[in-house]
């Protein structure tokens, strides 16, 4: 059992705090809102924005496009709402026009959902052909909650869901992700009907219908999470290429030789460092140009289209996979109705998504105006060759549909820098056995701020939840609404939760007990930084 004494912090409404932003709150909070007695969450937080659980409702036809069985042709650009079950190059590597590209995730991926991923290589009429390498291997995707326990130690973002699924063409349709390793929630549907989520082989994700329909179209809402190392990561240098040589998958034998004599040309070996390999392999498929020329046709597609480096995004990926492949490095080829791009497997990693480029004309997002765009945690690694970049700056102004936000590494407005959390400033005078605090008032014509909580004493075991609830206010007593609001532990090094006031300055929390704390007493601190019209007060 373990004692705590004095503050926490709450979770707010959702429909009392859309997109309203959170002051100070890091990514790597990972902060879920939480309505007591509810599975799914009332809202996330990212980059300091309440994002409110998506709402039911029938198919907008302006901005989405529902997720259909009928399969894509494998040929150019996919069909919004369609499935690849192979890809088939082509010899058509000009700048294509503008595309369009249908949302589905809070904060949004544009244009990075994935939607087809592909992980072998088969020959059609002497052709290299990708596809799923066991296309007919599918395994449950299990509804997990909010509180799961990840599967490894690397830190994840969530991101919610929502989609339109369409049974008519079949029971099992495409159901869009975020990165392979993606785990699922929370899930609900509209009309309640039985779904069963599934992954093929190269994670691909299906929703299943196994049971009667009462229509053939169902919106599906979910939050789903991904390692933040799947956007960026830092490769492991000391490490063999081909060191995950047994989960990639084997080229056709009349194709090992052409693919070895490309990776040679390369200066590339399976003995050499991954690092070392996967950064050349980027830096020569980003250096692609798109040309209305394509490269010579000497009959052999995969060699003409990586010796030419000429192509948008399809054919780089494409030949990025095949010579990957050829080196002993797991890669799948990932594609969508706007960009194709590659996923390497590395040991430290897991997988990791690389762009290599390719862009069109223009690209037009829909239902993405109103959300945050997520941004990696981590710098690319990987070099970015100057015809990298001009494919990206051919877009110019024309991205539309898209929110301009501000910068990652920009610091967030309204943030006061005062000392590390839980730490009493001159500002701030003592509550410990009150359960409030105080900031008197002080420097920049900011007011006091005064913390005061409904209870200061929790009982709980160890792993489980404690709800706490609270008031910000004024020193004259007038609510202090949308204030970061922060709970840890004492001598703790990061917050157990973050959240935001209402208007009325109540905040409502329900927050998890580290399993792996000491059993004794403790004492939780309740801090809120302030804003720029109150100071910061903390309550021990």
């Known amino acids: 059992m373990v004692a705590i004494f004095a503050g926490a912090v709450a979770h707010a409404q959702a429909q009392e705090t859309l997109h309203e932003f959170v002051s100070d709150v890091r990514a790597d909070e990972a902060l879920v809102l939480s309505v007591p007695g509810q599975a799914e969450p ?6 300091g924005e309440v994002n409110p659980a998506p709402t039911d409702g029938a198919l907008d036809p302006n901005d989405e496009r529902p997720m259909t069985a009928f399969a894509g042709d494998g040929q150019g650009a996919e069909e919004p709402g369609q499935r690849s079950p192979t890809f088939r190059p082509d010899r058509i590597t000009e700048l294509e026009g503008t595309l369009g590209y249908f949302s589905v995730f809070n904060p949004t991926i544009a244009p990075f959902k994935r939607v087809t991923a592909l992980d072998g290589v088969a020959l059609d009429g002497g052709v290299p052909v990708l596809g799923v390498y066991d296309p007919d291997s599918f395994t449950p995707i299990p509804v997990v909650g909010v509180g799961a326990t990840p599967p490894d130690r690397r830190p994840r973002d969530r991101f919610w869901g929502s989609v339109v699924l369409d049974f008519t063409a079949g029971r099992r349709v495409p159901f869009p992700s975020v990165s392979p390793e993606s785990r699922i929630l929370t899930l609900r549907t509209e009309p309640r009907v039985e779904l069963e989520l599934q992954r093929d082989a190269a994670d691909n994700f299906f929703a299943f219908a196994p049971g009667a329909l009462q229509t053939n179209q169902v919106r599906v809402t979910f939050l789903t999470d991904a390692p933040k190392d799947y956007f960026n990561a830092e490769i492991l240098p000391a490490v063999r290429a081909d060191s995950l040589a047994r989960d990639a998958r084997p080229l056709p034998s009349s194709l090992v030789p052409r693919a070895n004599e490309f990776a040679r040309e390369l200066g590339l070996t399976p003995s050499m460092s991954v690092s070392e390999a996967v950064r050349e392999l980027t830096r020569h498929f980003r250096a692609f140009e798109e040309s209305e020329e394509p490269p010579e046709d000497t009959g052999d597609i995969y060699l003409d289209l990586s010796r030419g480096q000429r192509g ?150 160890r792993g489980l939840e404690i709800e706490v609830t609270g008031r910000a206010t004024g020193g004259s007593g007038a609510p202090a609404g949308g204030l970061r609001v922060e709970v840890m532990l004492e001598g703790a090094e990061r917050p157990l939760g973050v959240t935001v006031t209402r208007d009325d300055g109540n905040f409502r929390g329900i927050f998890g007990v580290p399993p792996g704390i000491d059993v004794g007493e403790y004492r939780l601190i309740v801090r809120s930084p302030g804003d720029t019209e109150y100071l910061s007060a903390t309550a021990r």
């Open 42 to 47: 009332a809202g996330i937080v990212y980059d």
């Open 312 to 461: 948008v995004c399809r054919h780089r990926a494409y030949g990025f996979v095949i010579t990957a492949l050829s080196l002993g490095i797991p890669a799948r080829f990932v594609m969508n109705e706007a960009h194709a791009w590659v996923e390497v497997k590395m040991m430290n990693v897991g997988w990791m998504r690389i762009d290599l480029g390719g862009a069109a004309h223009g690209l037009d997002a829909r239902n993405a105006d109103d959300r945050p765009v997520y941004r990696a945690a981590h710098p690319d690694p990987l070099p970015r060759p100057q015809a990298y970049e001009d494919s990206y700056s051919q877009l110019g102004g024309s991205v539309s549909g898209i929110r301009e936000d501000r910068p990652a590494t920009e610091a967030p407005p309204n943030a006061v820098p005062d000392g590390p959390p839980g730490e009493t400033s001159s500002e701030e005078s003592e509550a410990g056995t009150t359960g409030s605090g105080t900031a008197s008032e002080g420097s920049g014509g900011r007011s006091r701020l005064v913390l005061s909580l409904d209870r200061h004493e929790w009982v709980v075991k």
